[in-house]
């Protein structure tokens, strides 16, 4: 019997993203599967301080909170559901405070990488020309995890609750737990013009092809008639970072390496930062609370 877990990153209760999370375990537990839940705004989870002590270091992450908890829980599901609103073209803080803390899971180099599980990730929004870079950061965090995206959209409905509404949403999301509970790990297959991997709609150009910023993933630029096309040819080898080849070509080649390299220049930098520390600039703080 499968565990299939859901994250909500939602602090309002039976909100849009809790409702879809419980439909997508819904169809999960129809499957045969046995399903939790985390509200990650209820976690104690504190800011990365870049100390890359994970990183280069290979030590736990010295932060006192539950990421190493939710890192483990998380690690532990066979399945994923993620689901949290869109504030201001991007994901809420939480999500992107777990996201920049995975240094401490992609750190691990040196421990084989479970096999992949399959996840749905779930973006609400008011609006959808406001809906954002959400859906491929969520994505790039489950993928960062381990875990394969099966389904991934982005609802819309701008007041609490409005999701149960939209009938033909609520169908596909049971359906896509419904193959969450079954283990399936083909994804859907995208839109025309949209990331495969991550499900991102915006691209850099070189040349004649077009990068995903999030995933790496490349796709060909094809002008035919009045239109623009991509083209993206079937993934082979480390073609995106997600693969286990990928995150450890970053993380060795990238990340580990620039430990020696800081090493070997430290003085040198400790040298230019005098003058700054010469200079004084004025800090400025907020009222302590007595003053308000």
């Not at 375990?25 to 301080?49: N, S």
């Not at 954002?132 to 819309?156: K, Y």
């Amino acid at each position: 019997m499968s565990n299939i877990l859901g994250l909500v990153g939602s602090a309002r209760p039976w909100g849009n993203s809790e409702l879809l999370v419980r439909q997508a375990l819904h169809g999960a537990r129809a499957e045969g599967a046995t399903v939790q839940m985390i509200r990650l705004t209820t976690l104690h989870l504190k800011p990365c301080t870049g100390c890359l002590r994970c990183a280069i270091g290979g030590q736990p992450c010295p932060l006192d909170d539950d990421m190493a908890w939710l890192v483990e829980t998380i690690q532990a599901a066979d399945g994923l559901v993620l689901a949290a609103p869109t504030y201001f073209l991007g994901p809420a803080a939480v999500v992107k405070l777990v996201l920049d803390r995975l240094l401490m899971v992609t750190g691990r180099v040196d421990r084989p990488l479970p096999p992949p599980r399959p996840a749905i990730t779930i973006a609400t929004a008011g609006l959808e020309g406001w809906r954002g870079v959400t859906l491929p950061l969520f994505n790039a965090l489950v993928s960062a995890l381990g875990f394969r995206p099966i389904d991934s959209l982005t609802a819309v409905a701008p007041g609490p609750g409005e999701v149960l509404l939209d009938q033909a949403l609520l169908e596909r999301v049971l359906a896509a737990g419904r193959r969450l509970g079954r283990g399936e790990l083909d994804p859907s297959p995208p839109p025309p013009g949209v990331c495969p991997i991550c499900r991102g709609e915006a691209f850099m150009l070189r040349g004649d092809q077009a990068v995903c910023p999030i995933c790496g993933r490349q796709a060909t630029v094809l002008c035919e008639g009045e239109g623009v096309q991509l083209r993206f040819d079937p993934v082979t080898g480390s073609s995106h970072r997600w693969t286990p080849e990928g995150l450890r070509a970053h993380m060795i080649d990238w990340v580990q390496a620039t430990g020696p390299r800081f090493l070997a220049r430290r003085a040198e930098i400790k040298e230019r930062r005098q003058p700054f520390r010469e200079t004084e600039i004025e800090w400025l703080c907020p009222p302590t609370t007595d003053d308000r």
